[in-house]
């Protein structure tokens, strides 16, 4: 804490709280949308996975839990500094379009995907939707959890 009264943006404690609210976004937020979703027969995976995970055999929801709480920290220095209907905007766009494109490729290819899902459209629809959700959700919980201060 500076003689403001502020905390350092990047302190542990706002690491730890911002890893924690990309954690709880994927449980909540993303998985939530996608099991209405799927209960709606609009996606065909149903999400909340336990199925073991290479290369440490964690369950798929674990795992995808853990990621999005690191994204959840890289959500700290994206979200810095912005209020109002910025903070929210760059939020829903930040995790539909750039997690979704780590996903599509980077991260699926890595699993063996085909690159870009194949350039199948309704599959980059679905991601930005549903990692828009996960944004929004991890924006929410960043304010829920007072994640704050200012970068040095």
Do not use: C
């Not at 009264?5 to 990309?22: L, Q, R, W």
């Not at 290479?54 to 810095?80: E, H, K, M, Y």
């Amino acid at each position: 804490m500076n003689s403001l009264g502020e905390t350092d943006a990047f302190s542990p404690v706002n690491i730890a709280k911002a890893f924690v609210a990309g954690f709880v976004s994927v449980l909540v937020f993303q998985f939530g949308l996608a099991a209405l979703l799927h209960l709606a027969g609009l996606i065909a995976n149903a999400p909340y996975a336990m199925r073991p995970v290479p290369p440490f055999g964690v369950p798929q929801t674990l795992s995808s839990a853990f990621w999005g709480g690191l994204w959840g920290i890289v959500f700290l220095g994206v979200l810095r500094g912005r209020a109002g209907s910025s903070y929210w905007l760059t939020a829903a766009l930040f995790g539909g379009i750039v997690v979704s494109a780590v996903a599509l490729l980077i991260v699926g290819p890595i699993k063996g995907r085909p690159f870009a899902a194949g350039w199948n459209m309704r599959t980059w629809l679905t991601l930005f939707v549903l990692h828009g959700a996960f944004g929004l959700g991890a924006a929410l919980m960043l304010r829920v959890l007072k994640v704050g201060g200012r970068a040095r």
